[in-house]
């Protein structure tokens, strides 16, 4: 399978735990993005890498929030003092650099449930 | 800045009966705009997008969509649903200058009845 994957699919912690996810992009893909999606909403776009670097963050990432992409291939993204409004799945997203516009091909996410 | 608004959260319709989602978007400048679909457990797929020209836009499934800058909407339809469309619709828009982000509208959960 050459798709987006992510893991693990699902999170369970104890609010103040720190959490790390892990995102695997399509291989040859040098865009990386990371968007949040609560219960009866859309995606919100957190952040985006292009190879390693982090382009654009959101007012949404907290300073409880960072993402990496050290080599410019998989991602990680750690919360770190969880509290209940983290509880959301979070979604990753990779595209080539001269992508269709919007052809984001999306992982099938981390749903994070904070206790 | 840009935004998306579904109007309706929920869609109900019979099998074989045909289906429009509604979409609105607002923006100061010019954007592409999309349709993903989110079926039960999976990620976000891309349904269909405009990004100039035609106005009716033909997507995967048999899905199409039409483009009305005038009324800033891009609703989505299909003839003719079958089971298998039951999922979660996302309308989306992105800047023609922007590398980045995709802003979604909250999504429309297509539910088919036998």
């Known amino acids: 399978d050459t798709g987006v994957s992510q893991n693990p699919r699902h999170k369970i912690t104890k609010r103040g735990q720190n959490v790390t996810f892990r995102c695997d992009p399509i291989?040859?893909?040098?865009?990386l993005y990371w968007y949040r999606q609560t219960l009866g909403q859309g995606p919100e776009f957190l952040t985006y890498f292009q190879n390693e670097a982090q382009l654009e963050k959101s007012r949404l990432l907290s300073d409880r929030f960072s993402a990496e992409r050290p080599k410019g291939s998989f991602s990680t993204l750690e919360i770190q003092r969880t509290e209940q409004g983290d509880s959301a799945m979070y979604l990753c997203?990779?595209?080539?650099?001269?992508?269709?516009?919007?052809?984001?091909?999306f992982g099938p996410g981390t749903r994070l449930t904070v206790l | 800045a840009q935004s998306v608004t579904q109007l309706d959260s929920q869609v109900p319709v019979f099998e074989e009966a045909p289906v429009e989602l509604r979409c609105n978007y607002s923006?100061?400048?010019?954007?592409?705009l999309f349709w993903y679909v989110q079926y039960p457990n999976q990620g976000l797929q891309l349904l269909l997008k405009y990004l100039s020209g035609s106005t009716l836009v033909k997507g995967i499934n048999g899905f199409e969509a039409e483009f009305n800058k005038s009324q800033t909407s891009f609703h989505l339809r299909k003839p003719s649903v079958h089971i298998s469309d039951t999922a979660e619709y996302f309308c989306a828009v992105k800047r023609y200058s922007s590398a980045s982000k995709i802003i979604f509208g909250s999504g429309t959960r297509l539910s088919i009845r036998p």
């Open positions: 997203a990779s595209s080539l650099n001269r992508e269709v516009p919007g052809e984001q091909f």
């Open positions: 923006s100061s400048v010019s954007v592409y």
């Open positions: 291989s040859e893909h040098n865009r």
